[in-house]
């Protein structure tokens, strides 16, 4: 069994690409099929606009996401919440290509990694990271969490809903625009393109203590032309607490923000970059892993524990070499650059 994806050209209809997912035979591959074909006899309805993330030269450029968040800022500020007797709720921060990254500002011939990606990193093409939290924050108010959903969210119409569904969207689409435009200048092998492929009412299935074992299996490793299972509810993870915030002190208003995956679906990420994998060619990966357990030990966590929900839970691959005659990334990103739509998602069963 496989799953058939076919790409499009958005410019023309007739050029078209499919790659085909070999899923890998664990429970949770076998249940997220079933998921998956659930969704495609429903004809349920692909999320479009967040799917392709992190490709540095695509059409939604970062003035285009900005000018399509603000969009959807203005929809959620005009509408009346006091009707509902809840206090009115206003977003103040406008967005702008200078207000979500540095400027470039680095002469061409003085570009370097080391004066680029160091320790000591200039700003040039660097996110901002204090607004893209902000922006984080108004959606976390706005649409809650699965276990405790926002007052907001519940009475907003489907327009402001759908707003406010797209600051979480546009937000992580930003932050990955600009990470992978910044590393195509100096370290284009480090450019981290992915690709989310999520359904609108998607049903969502119980994580089992079974499937929960993916996590001690893979951790935080990604590899190229991978797949794994879509991360299916809102709220901050353990790794993003630590990074986004600088290894922070944990105190109850943290924890109580703090979610563990507990569902699975029928929705799925592809991994389009270099492998990222401990004990390989990027020892910064072992360091931020060795410092992120001793700060989860330091409070009292087990990394070893799977319902802690620590890594990716990985599903299955892309046959490479079947769908675009080579492995070579580069070639790939090539192929796939300009035909970043998806026609067509199908199970093919066994013959």
């Known amino acids: 069994m496989e799953v058939k994806v076919t790409l499009q050209n958005p410019t023309d209809s007739t050029d078209t690409l499919a790659y085909y997912i070999v899923p890998n035979g664990t429970q949770l591959a076998n249940d997220w099929i079933n998921a998956l074909r659930e ?31 603000n969009g959807y800022i203005d929809i959620i500020n005009r509408y009346d919440y006091t009707r509902h007797d809840l206090p009115a709720y206003v977003i103040e921060e406008w967005f702008h290509p200078n207000a979500v990254r540095f400027p470039d500002t680095f002469p061409i011939e003085t570009r370097t990694p080391e ?9 040039g093409l660097k ?22 959903p926002s ?21 992580h689409e930003l932050e990955s625009l600009i990470l992978s435009q910044r590393k195509f200048r100096v370290a284009p092998e480090w450019v981290r393109p992915s690709q989310i492929t999520t359904f609108f009412n998607a049903t969502r299935y119980d994580l089992s203590d079974e499937h929960r074992q993916g996590f001690l299996k893979n951790g935080y490793d990604r590899r190229f032309g991978h797949v794994y299972m879509h991360w299916t509810q809102i709220g901050k993870t353990l790794i993003e607490v630590f990074r986004d915030e600088d290894a922070p002190d944990l105190d ?26 401990r004990g390989t060619d990027c020892p910064w990966h072992d360091e931020d892993q060795l410092r992120f ?8 966590l087990d990394p070893k524990d799977p319902k802690l929900s620590l890594g990716h839970l990985e599903i ?34 066994e013959q």
């Open 39 to 69: 969704i495609l006899d429903q004809k349920l309805t692909l999320e479009k606009s967040f799917c392709f993330l992190g490709w540095p030269n695509g059409p939604r450029t970062v003035e285009y996401l900005c000018d399509e968040l």
């Open 115 to 123: 004066n680029f990606d160091g320790k000591n990193e200039k700003l």
């Open 127 to 148: 996110l901002k990271h204090e607004i893209m939290n902000q922006l984080h924050n108004h959606f976390e108010r706005l649409e809650g969490t699965v276990e405790n």
């Open 151 to 171: 007052p907001y969210g519940q009475v907003s119409p489907p327009d402001v809903r759908n707003a406010i569904r797209q600051l979480n969207n546009i937000c």
């Open 252 to 277: 109850a208003t943290t924890c109580e923000a703090i979610t563990h995956l507990q569902y699975y679906s029928g929705e799925f990420d592809i991994e389009w970059a270099r492998d990222v994998v």
């Open 293 to 300: 357990e001793n700060w989860l030990l330091k409070h009292g």
């Open 316 to 349: 299955g691959k892309v046959d490479l070499e079947r769908s675009f005659g080579t492995t070579d990334m580069f070639k790939i990103w090539d192929l796939m650059g300009s035909r970043l739509n998806i026609q067509s998602i199908e199970i093919i069963e």
